[in-house]
């Protein structure tokens, strides 16, 4: 199996196992994650963290090994098949956390974009350098990457394929912390469990109208978030922790 899938503690582990080839990711590696996408969204977990094995890469890409001699439709059929994977991770109702152990190079960085949160360890190193290859960005990275740093860093990091560490990652807003190497599963359960034990519901509406935002105009962004609103507002867990705040006790939410 080149991915692991288990639970620890309160969340689901999806670990890419290729390490010999620094994780990338061939045709194999991007089914079994789009497998364990699925069955991590059948599993009582508050959220999914995904990292590399190994102490190398978090993922390094495409497999540029099984990219010779696939024809056109081959290729075409690769990105839809990469990008449906990684979409799921942006519908999937738990949060996800991509904790960045190394490279995260094209289609490494492009699964992290397409994480809810990214953590990286100080030996972390981001890029998008499709363009040495004279090729782009496939899995979603011409269009995440502007959404996260904006159009003129995501013009200039595609452009170049300049190689991105921690520090500067951070400073983009690329990723949103820098974490100890030395448990760096620890540190991204303590992350979680930031949000984790708050309402799916509320924290999966966030999600669904933040990500609208920027594809669409203001007014109509305002008028979608006062339909989510509501309907989040309708929600068991709104009054129980409306209840719970007049009461001064915690609330207990239940995801419904
Ligand atoms: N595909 C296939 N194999 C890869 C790979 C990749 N993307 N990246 C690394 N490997 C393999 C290497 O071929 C090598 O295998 P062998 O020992 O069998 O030769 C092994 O992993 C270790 O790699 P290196 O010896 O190169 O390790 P390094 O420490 O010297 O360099 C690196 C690390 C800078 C990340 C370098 O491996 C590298 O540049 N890799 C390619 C990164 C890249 O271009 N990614 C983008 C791919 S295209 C893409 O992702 C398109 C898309 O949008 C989906």
Do not use: W
């Amino acid at each position: 199996m080149a991915v692991e899938l288990k639970t620890l503690e309160e969340f689901a582990v999806l670990t890419i196992n290729r390490p010999e080839a620094l994780n990338a990711l061939n045709a194999q590696t991007i089914g079994e994650i789009s497998a364990a996408i699925d069955e991590a969204a059948q599993m009582n977990v508050r959220a999914l963290i995904i990292t590399g094995a190994g102490d190398k890469a978090f993922c390094a890409g495409a497999d540029i090994k099984e990219m010779i001699g696939i024809d056109l439709t081959g290729k075409m059929r690769k990105s839809e098949i990469g990008q449906a994977a990684f979409a799921k991770l942006d519908s999937l109702r738990i949060p996800s956390v991509a904790v960045i152990n190394g490279y995260a190079f094209g289609g490494g960085l492009e699964l992290a974009l397409a994480s809810t949160f990214r953590l990286a360890t100080p030996r972390a190193a981001v890029a998008l350098p499709e363009v040495k290859l004279g090729l782009i960005p496939g899995y979603g990275g011409t269009q995440r990457l502007p959404r996260v740093v904006g159009e003129a860093r995501a013009l200039e990091m595609i452009m170049t394929g300049r190689t991105v560490r921690a520090d500067e990652a951070l400073s983009m807003g690329l990723v949103h912390r820098i974490i100890d190497d030395s448990d760096r599963l620890a540190s991204a359960f303590a992350f979680a469990r930031e949000f984790s034990s708050y309402s799916l519901v509320a924290l999966s509406y966030t999600r669904e109208a933040v990500m609208r935002a920027l594809s669409r105009p203001l007014q109509d962004g305002l008028k979608m978030e006062a339909e989510i609103s509501t309907l989040a507002f309708q929600s068991s867990d709104a009054r129980e922790g409306i209840a719970a705040f007049i009461e001064k006790r915690p609330a207990k939410f239940t995801d419904q």
